[in-house]
């Protein structure tokens, strides 16, 4: 890991995405700032509608539009704001040096064009590789991810992979121009249990040979301890908590981090103690409540949660986090 | 696949003949009776007699079952549609030589539809709600909303009002004078293509919208894809799909147009030898080319349902 002398690979400040609905423009994401150091494993964790999704398109300028924008902040990669970036500019980055996996293998691939020619195409447009190259080493990134009879697999279409098959084609499709960075979105969420284990354990084998940091958006806080260097769990569009995967599961200090702790079930644990559901239900981005957002569902708030916004705060060397509460509770 | 395609055509048979019998009767259900327009033509005192001996001629005195399987027997058999009542050219003979024209100026309307619909369609999804969308979409509303007739009849009258021009009338065959005929050709096959452009454009820019919308269009992005490789390669063949569908739909109406147009425009293709039989009751002529329409229309079914399988690989004709 790189220490913190050296600036990180990627630098994420003040990070502020609006979406357009019904009821006027929301804050999809708020204020978020991170950094991924190169060659590092960031988990981001928290519940569907925290923002991890939304944050993870806004690096690669994904966010649809025109009901998403980004209205604040800066997303500093390898020196360069990406935000300030022109088209073209940008289209260099995407797929070449920061690349994405995506949520859906069943549909994050195109029905009509063969496997090879999606596989190739990174090659194609950011290396001007001719496609017949490009398809041989298309066929090698298929071996990689291993899937089998890779030469006859070029000529295939999705309809004719599995799931898991699909995202070992997509997980090719990332690692195709050695990216300094590849951000995965719930990478296996749509898969089968047996079926992720694998997929999570190739993806993390890859990102290490070609020492590619790996921004990996869960909700699966088993998945964060296998897999993750460093841990932030989002709540309603802000960063709650942020540590080592050590400190979030060892010191988890954030009410929310712990209440989320306590609702995973555990084999280590006494069947007999019941699971702690996490009272309440997520708030509406549309209708956030006044001060800290999870104060309503939390069960230290005290006097100012309901007043003020609390800032992020170091409590350990790397490990920061968003509340007033005493953390000793 | 081949066997898929002689499947298909040999199910093209039955449809065929039953089109044949609808044909063969509807023909001889138009009021007016050719006999009384032959005798009334050539000035002949109708007696009787001379009525009995145009019918026995022309075999109109046997049973219409008779009449019809004397013809479909020929057609069958010869691919013999009989002969024109009035000249006695065969039917054969003059339908081919109109088919080439008609075919013509409908494959030119199609071509100018889908040079119109297509990147009219694709750029109004992607430039979504803007001026441009507006535009093209007014554009398809207005092309659908004035009648083909109308607008061919302001071409024939207010050019030639305002600056002495007007189509020609005379047609000049394409091996005369190519650039000549294809000019002549143009203005009638502009009119039908942008009627058509019109559900065309709409079918595309709908589909065009979905499509962008698709997880594999986010990917492509995030490949860092251009904005004209993510339309052209990932977008517009997945939205084809339908388009084709309504292509198909449309082709029938074409062929209804083409008659119009080559009425106005005094093109002799097969609508105006229809029309021109039609008023003078020649019945095989009638039969003969719509039998020869059917043909067509259920060819074209079958080439987009082909077409299916050259775009979508989940697809395959066995």
Known sequence: ?329 | MQAYIIRRLLALVPTLLFTSVIVFITVRLIPGDVIDLMLTENDIGATRQSRVQIEAALGFDKPMHVQYFRWIGAVLLDGDLGRSLWQTTPVTELVMERLAVTFELGLMALLIALIVALPLGAYSAMRQDTIGDYVGRSFAILMLAIPGFWKATMIMVFPSIWWGWAPEVEFTPFRDDPLRHLGQMLIPAAILGTAMSAVTMRMTRTMMLEVLRQDYIRTAWAKGLGEKLVVMRHALRNALIPVVTVIGLQAPLLIGGTVIMEQIFVIPGMGLLLLEAVSQRDYPIITGVFLVVGVAVLLINLLVDLSYGLLDPKVRYA
């Open chain 1, 1 to 329: 890991m790189a220490g913190s002398m050296t600036s990180p690979l990627l630098q994420v400040r003040g990070l502020t995405v609006q979406f357009r609905t019904d009821r006027g423009f929301v804050n999809a994401v708020d204020s978020v700032s991170l950094n991924v150091d190169a060659g590092e494993t960031l988990a981001v964790v928290g519940e569907s509608g925290s923002g991890k999704s939304v944050t993870a398109l806004s690096l690669l300028r994904l966010v649809p539009s025109p009901q998403g924008r980004i209205v604040a902040g800066e997303v500093i990669f390898d020196g360069q704001d990406l935000l300030t970036l022109d088209d073209r500019q940008m289209r260099a980055v995407r797929g070449n040096r920061i690349a994405m996996i995506f949520q859906e293998p069943m549909s994050s691939l195109n029905p009509t064009l063969t496997m090879g020619l999606q596989v190739a195409e990174p090659f194609s447009i950011h290396d001007g590789t001719p496609w017949a190259a490009a398809l041989g080493k298309a066929k090698t990134l298929l071996d990689r991810v291993r899937i089998p009879d890779s030469g006859a697999r070029l000529a295939a279409y999705p309809h004719q992979f599995s799931g898991g098959m699909r995202q070992r084609v997509m997980i090719a499709m990332a690692l195709a121009c050695r990216p300094r960075m590849i951000i995965a979105d719930e990478p296996t969420t749509a898969l089968d249990v047996t079926v992720q284990a694998q997929i999570l354990d190739l993806l993390k084998e890859l990102t290490q040979e070609t020492r590619s940091a790996l921004i990996l958006i869960t909700h699966d806080l088993g998945v964060v301890a296998r897999y993750a260097d460093r841990v932030c769990v989002m709540y309603a569009g802000r960063i709650v908590e942020t540590g080592t995967a050590r400190d979030i599961y060892e010191r988890a200090s954030h009410p929310y981090t712990r209440a989320l702790m306590a609702s995973i079930p555990r084999l280590d644990r006494d069947t007999a103690t019941r699971l702690e559901p996490i009272e309440g239900y997520p708030p509406s981005l549309a209708q956030l409540p006044p001060g800290c957002a999870f104060h309503p569902r939390c069960r230290f708030a005290a006097d100012p949660c309901g007043r003020r916004v609390p800032m992020l705060e170091k409590i350990g060397e790397r490990h920061h986090r968003a509340c007033f509460v005493d953390a000793a509770v």
